[in-house]
Protein backbone atom coordinates (compact mmCIF):
# COMPACT_ATOMS: atom_id res chain seq x y z
CA UNK A 1 0.00 0.00 0.00
CA UNK A 2 1.16 3.66 -0.90
CA UNK A 3 -0.31 6.98 0.26
CA UNK A 4 0.41 10.38 -1.48
CA UNK A 5 0.33 13.48 0.33
CA UNK A 6 0.55 16.40 -1.76
CA UNK A 7 1.30 19.91 -0.64
CA UNK A 8 2.73 23.54 -2.18
CA UNK A 9 -0.85 24.60 -3.89
CA UNK A 10 -2.19 27.93 -3.61
CA UNK A 11 -3.25 31.34 -5.78
CA UNK A 12 -0.80 32.65 -8.52
CA UNK A 13 -1.29 35.56 -10.90
CA UNK A 14 -1.03 34.21 -14.58
CA UNK A 15 2.36 33.80 -15.55
CA UNK A 16 3.48 32.95 -11.99
CA UNK A 17 5.49 29.86 -10.46
CA UNK A 18 4.79 27.37 -8.17
CA UNK A 19 6.42 24.35 -7.18
CA UNK A 20 4.12 21.50 -5.70
CA UNK A 21 5.40 18.63 -3.32
CA UNK A 22 4.44 15.64 -3.03
CA UNK A 23 4.91 12.69 -0.17
CA UNK A 24 5.28 9.49 -0.84
CA UNK A 25 5.01 6.51 2.03
CA UNK A 26 4.63 2.71 2.15
CA UNK A 27 5.75 0.26 -0.31
CA UNK A 28 7.50 2.70 -2.85
CA UNK A 29 9.99 0.14 -3.53
CA UNK A 30 8.18 -1.62 -7.20
CA UNK A 31 6.86 1.90 -8.51
CA UNK A 32 8.95 2.20 -11.54
CA UNK A 33 7.14 5.57 -12.52
CA UNK A 34 5.21 8.46 -10.90
CA UNK A 35 3.38 11.07 -11.93
CA UNK A 36 1.22 14.60 -11.21
CA UNK A 37 -1.84 14.39 -12.48
CA UNK A 38 -4.71 17.28 -13.01
CA UNK A 39 -8.17 17.66 -12.34
CA UNK A 40 -9.83 20.58 -13.23
CA UNK A 41 -13.75 20.90 -12.96
CA UNK A 42 -16.15 19.41 -15.54
CA UNK A 43 -12.60 18.02 -17.01
CA UNK A 44 -11.59 14.69 -16.49
CA UNK A 45 -7.90 13.83 -14.86
CA UNK A 46 -5.38 14.44 -16.95
CA UNK A 47 -1.24 13.06 -16.56
CA UNK A 48 0.99 15.99 -17.25
CA UNK A 49 4.16 14.32 -16.10
CA UNK A 50 5.87 11.75 -15.29
CA UNK A 51 9.37 10.38 -13.94
CA UNK A 52 10.70 6.97 -13.62
CA UNK A 53 12.99 5.69 -11.37
CA UNK A 54 15.84 5.90 -13.39
CA UNK A 55 14.81 10.16 -13.78
CA UNK A 56 13.59 9.47 -17.19
CA UNK A 57 10.32 12.44 -17.64
CA UNK A 58 8.14 12.86 -19.95
CA UNK A 59 5.37 15.19 -19.85
CA UNK A 60 1.93 15.94 -21.44
CA UNK A 61 2.20 19.08 -24.67
CA UNK A 62 0.42 21.33 -23.00
CA UNK A 63 3.00 21.81 -20.20
CA UNK A 64 6.37 21.04 -21.77
CA UNK A 65 8.65 23.67 -21.83
CA UNK A 66 6.54 24.88 -18.00
CA UNK A 67 6.75 22.44 -16.26
CA UNK A 68 9.31 20.45 -14.73
CA UNK A 69 8.44 17.40 -12.49
CA UNK A 70 11.55 16.01 -10.32
CA UNK A 71 12.67 13.50 -7.23
CA UNK A 72 14.96 14.65 -4.15
CA UNK A 73 17.65 12.25 -3.20
CA UNK A 74 15.77 9.86 -1.56
CA UNK A 75 13.07 9.52 -4.02
CA UNK A 76 10.48 9.76 -1.74
CA UNK A 77 9.53 12.81 -2.57
CA UNK A 78 8.25 14.32 -6.03
CA UNK A 79 8.29 17.87 -7.20
CA UNK A 80 6.22 19.23 -9.85
CA UNK A 81 7.59 22.96 -10.17
CA UNK A 82 4.84 25.03 -12.77
CA UNK A 83 6.28 27.75 -14.22
CA UNK A 84 4.50 30.61 -17.10
CA UNK A 85 1.11 29.49 -15.57
CA UNK A 86 -2.05 29.89 -17.45
CA UNK A 87 -5.63 29.66 -15.99
CA UNK A 88 -5.75 27.09 -17.83
CA UNK A 89 -3.93 25.29 -15.32
CA UNK A 90 -5.86 25.71 -12.59
CA UNK A 91 -6.88 21.92 -11.00
CA UNK A 92 -6.38 19.94 -8.24
CA UNK A 93 -3.52 18.19 -8.34
CA UNK A 94 -2.55 14.96 -7.26
CA UNK A 95 0.09 12.61 -7.72
CA UNK A 96 0.53 9.16 -8.00
CA UNK A 97 2.01 6.24 -9.66
CA UNK A 98 2.03 6.13 -13.37
CA UNK A 99 -0.07 3.86 -14.06
CA UNK A 100 -2.15 5.08 -11.16
CA UNK A 101 -2.70 2.98 -8.14
CA UNK A 102 -6.90 2.93 -6.86
CA UNK A 103 -5.91 5.31 -4.07
CA UNK A 104 -5.47 9.01 -4.52
CA UNK A 105 -4.68 11.86 -1.77
CA UNK A 106 -6.33 14.67 -1.43
CA UNK A 107 -4.80 16.87 -3.97
CA UNK A 108 -3.76 20.42 -3.66
CA UNK A 109 -5.53 23.33 -5.32
CA UNK A 110 -4.05 25.61 -7.51
CA UNK A 111 -5.84 28.68 -8.63
CA UNK A 112 -4.55 31.06 -11.75
CA UNK A 113 -6.36 34.14 -11.51
CA UNK A 114 -5.38 37.68 -11.91
Known amino acids: QVQFVESGGGLVQPGGSLRLSCAAS????????LGWYRQAPGKQRELVAR???????NYAGSVKGRFTISRDGDKNTVYLHMSSLKPEDAAVYYC????????WGQGTQVTVSS
Open 96 to 103: NAAPPHDY
Open 26 to 33: GSIFSIYA
Open 51 to 57: ITIDSKT
